[in-house]
């Protein structure tokens, strides 16, 4: 941080209309010190305002999720017909609930799908990208464009590809008059189908991360490699790619929240039933389906949250140690 | 690159030169039939909803067209109302796409511009809460919207539950993470000196947001004006569940409603579909590089 590396010589004449903050030795806090009081009231206002909505709108929530996970509530009552009952919710959505257990399953099928196709094929892409090429301009764009579209449109456009008699991919096998394949209605395909429209999106944005990327990589590290024997193949993974870390790190955390994420595309497709349900989709069935029970749909949120929790400290901690050393 | 002959992979110029130009051709063909193929669901859509519905209904889907037509997508903006539905779609992505960018870049100029104690918490805090999956915090959202009165003549219901106003708060407290968080690394880039000397000149600090560091943070904003658009714009999930009249529905959440209803088969669905799309694929041309920009912004400059 640019602040820290700055001698306190430089301190402002003006320390006397300074606030009488404690000092901190070896910390640089004379910015913040020497303000006067109108614009100490100014930030104040600048940083409040949008942190007090983040925190009411997000993080209260967030809270509210973990304490009502413990409870029982209709939500018909007013908050005084809250019943605490400990860890049931867990226990029953763990043990009795029949939808958990798959849902748990295709979120874990979704990510590791995530993680393994659309990700090695979008780095295949960027490596193969990252060159002086004729239409290379055509190329990038029709692999990010589906990106631009929402997960809920990709899920219109893709049941028209997977339209048993009608749909595209059964007319090119030969599949749509006789044999057809119900790519959607299968419960034993259809994730399988969703993923490859969900992949079809996600392969653009990766490949679009890893290109930044290695446009940042110093061409003088590939051609060290070279000059020391390494062919193509070893020095990418050899030099280049380690030299992505930080990269690999943002594309693996974004994999994995999308992963998590996951819903409109299911829900537009049937609702996230018969073969597509994830946890997702169990939650926001208590806000919106038939069943209103908050504290159940809280316990799911947290379960949610614990999973995704372990991934967002990796990724600050990646991204702020960074910075600490920049 | 020219000396090391004993390599047999990578094509040294002087032996290579066949095998170079093999690779290029190989390259060329792969990339070219793998781009098509990813252009395909798009041109299917864009096939089906330019084929008149007689035509399909008599030779099907997977057939040469008698004829092409524009019909559908005429169709498809009037009998579903689509204008209204982007008018919906307008009232919350403006307003929101405004605010989320003036919250952010006043956070980010407080963190990055003036050292308090708690700058890396404050942008921790807002990097993680955008992380989080939307599912997490949605159930008590609701109950919290539900609870919460609305002036009249900002909401009819008189909550913030089923009014947009509420749809781009949730907007607004989400999406400003990932801003706050970019932005503050981009103004980090600005010389100290240049806030410094507006504020021996008297600048307040009001004034050397506005005018001096905003103005230079014009690539920034306008790299992420675009992806936030489209995200915004791109939401399924909030509306769906924060919005229960139909009708002050956004687009991209009106049309599963919609295709029950009114897109009864599937030329009229593609068409209807492409429409919605249109807004954010003609911004993603027309903006590309900032669209571009602002994804990797987020990842790479650290």
């Known amino acids: 941080m640019a602040v820290l590396d700055q001698p306190p010589a430089t301190a402002p004449a003006t320390a006397d209309t300074a606030a009488p903050g404690q000092r901190w030795p070896g910390r640089g806090r004379r910015r913040a010190t020497s303000l006067s009081r109108a614009d100490q009231l100014v930030l104040g206002l600048m940083l409040g305002v949008p942190t007090v909505l983040h925190v009411a709108l997000v993080w209260l929530p967030t809270l509210a999720s973990v304490v009502l996970s413990f409870s029982e509530w209709n939500g018909i009552g007013g908050i005084e017909d809250i019943q605490w009952v400990g860890l049931d919710n867990y226990v029953d959505i763990v043990s009795r609930y029949p939808r958990f257990w798959p849902a748990v399953q295709h979120n874990l099928v979704w990510l590791f799908f995530l993680l393994v196709l659309p990700t090695a094929f979008g780095l295949l ?22 990106m631009v579209l929402s997960l809920a449109l990709v899920g219109f456009i893709w049941q028209m590809m997977y339209q048993p008699d009608n749909g595209l991919i059964n007319n090119l096998i030969g599949r749509a008059e006789a044999n057809q394949i119900n790519w959607l209605g299968n419960p034993d395909l259809n994730l399988y189908a969703v993923l490859v ?53 943002v594309v693996l955390v974004v994999t994995v929240i999308e992963a998590l994420r996951a819903f409109d595309i299911v829900y537009v497709i049937n609702k996230g039933r018969n073969g597509l349900e994830l946890v997702s989709v169990l939650i926001t069935d208590n806000v919106i389906g038939e069943s209103s029970r908050i504290g159940w749909g809280s316990a799911l949120a947290v379960i949610l949250l614990i999973i995704s929790l372990g991934f967002i400290i990796t990724y600050l901690f990646q991204v702020f140690r960074r910075e600490e050393r920049a | ?33 793998t781009s098509l193929i990813w252009l395909a669901p798009l041109l299917w859509a864009v096939y089906t909803s330019l084929r008149d519905y007689e035509d399909t209904a008599r030779n099907g889907y997977f057939s040469l067209p008698e004829s092409l037509t524009l019909d559908n997508f005429g169709k498809a903006w009037t009998q579903a109302e689509l204008p209204h539905y982007y008018l919906n779609t307008l009232l919350i992505t403006i307003p929101a796409l405004v605010l989320v960018l003036l919250f952010s870049s006043l956070v980010a100029f407080g963190v990055s511009r003036f050292n308090f104690r708690f700058n890396l918490a404050l942008l921790m805090l807002f990097t993680a809460g955008n992380l989080l999956p939307q599912q997490v915090i949605v159930v008590p959202l609701y109950r919290l919207y539900l609870l919460t009165p609305v002036p009249e003549w ?24 990932f801003c706050t968080f970019v932005l503050s690394n981009f103004m980090k880039t600005i010389p100290f000196e240049l806030s410094e000397a507006a504020r021996v000149d008297g600048a307040g600090v009001l004034r050397q947001y506005w005018q001096v560091v905003l103005p230079l943070c014009r690539p920034a904003l306008a790299a992420l004006a675009t992806l936030e658009f489209t995200w915004i714009y791109n939401d399924f999930m909030w509306a769906l569940v924060l919005i229960q009249t139909g009708d002050k529905m956004p687009i991209t959440s009106a049309l599963a409603n919609l295709s029950g209803q009114y897109f009864t088969d599937y030329n009229l669905v593609a068409a209807g579909s492409l429409l919605a799309a249109l807004p954010t694929v003609l911004v993603f041309l027309v903006l590309q590089r900032q669209f571009v920009g602002g994804l990797t912004l987020g990842s790479t400059k650290g």
């Open chain 1, 125 to 146: 892409l960027a490596v193969l990208l990252d060159r002086k090429l004729r239409f290379g301009r055509f190329y990038q764009t029709s692999f990010y464009l589906p």
């Open chain 1, 197 to 249: 429209a969900a992949g079809w999106r996600h392969a653009g944005y990766v490949m679009l991360l890893f290109l930044a990327g290695l446009k940042a990589v110093d061409p003088a590290l590939k051609e060290a490699a070279a000059l020391d024997g390494a062919n193509a193949w070893q020095a990418f993974w050899r030099v280049v790619f380690p030299v992505l870390k930080p990269v690999n790190i």
């Open chain 2, 1 to 33: 690159m020219t000396a090391p002959v004993q390599t047999p992979r990578h094509g040294g110029k002087p032996a290579g030169g066949g095998r170079e130009r093999a690779f290029r051709v190989a390259l060329y063909v792969f990339l070219t039939v």
């Open chain 2, 154 to 177: 900002l909401s009819d219901s008189g909550l913030l539950l089923d009014s947009q106003l509420g749809i781009v708060l949730i907007h607004v407290a989400f999406q400003s993470g």
